[in-house]
């Protein structure tokens, strides 16, 4: 191995450390608990470290945003690839989208709610947000309808998840209703 690959393999792995411990801290205490000078104290490297990887934390919000956005894709396509016909595996989708908004709050604040710089639905759109979005397609272009734009009616939905997950994870809907809003959501808006 040479020099430069070591070097170029240390300095991903103290990138991932970086996006780990960020996503950490704000998992356990928000995203305001978020600082350079915590996060150097963290991965026991000085302040200047972090800034050669990210230029402050908007670059970091966006790093965890896009790691975010593939997991999310993996837990899609897995829970909707063990489901057997287009209702099923629309509900799959709805709520493992749901249940990873729920779990996951800190990275989906990212992904969503934060500003990581990423563009969405531009030509210079990273790849891990296109992805995302591709896995939410690959099942919900089967339902749209007959006229309706696939991807439109993906926006649509996807719009109707982001709405049920924000509101839920505010304490704005009763938490008792959660498997009676994704019936509804897909009785009403999938064609079956």
Do not use: C
């Not at 734009?149 to 809907?173: C, I, K, N, S, Y």
């Amino acid at each position: 191995m040479s020099v430069q690959e070591r070097k170029r393999r240390e300095r991903a792995e103290r990138e991932r450390l970086i996006v780990a411990t960020a996503r950490d801290i704000a998992e356990r205490q928000g995203w305001d608990a978020v600082t350079t000078r915590r996060l150097a104290e963290r991965i026991e490297y000085s302040q200047p470290v972090l800034y050669s990887h990210f230029r402050g934390k908007r670059e970091i919000i966006g790093a965890v945003a896009l790691q975010g956005a593939a997991e999310m894709a993996v837990a899609l396509r897995a829970a909707t690839s063990a489901a057997d016909g287009p209702r099923t595996r629309v509900t799959a989708l709805a709520r493992t989208y749901l249940a990873f908004a729920a779990d996951n709050s800190a990275v989906y604040d990212a992904m969503f709610e934060l500003d990581g710089g990423l563009a969405f639905a531009e030509a210079d759109t990273p790849q891990p947000l296109k992805d995302a979005f591709a896995a939410l397609l690959e099942t919900l272009g089967e339902v749209a309808g007959d006229g309706v734009h696939p991807g439109l009616f993906t926006e649509v939905f996807w719009a109707a998840l982001h709405g049920l997950a924000t509101l839920t994870r505010a304490g704005r809907l009763p938490p008792g209703d959660a498997k009676s809003r994704v019936e509804l959501l897909v009785d009403r808006l999938a064609v079956l």
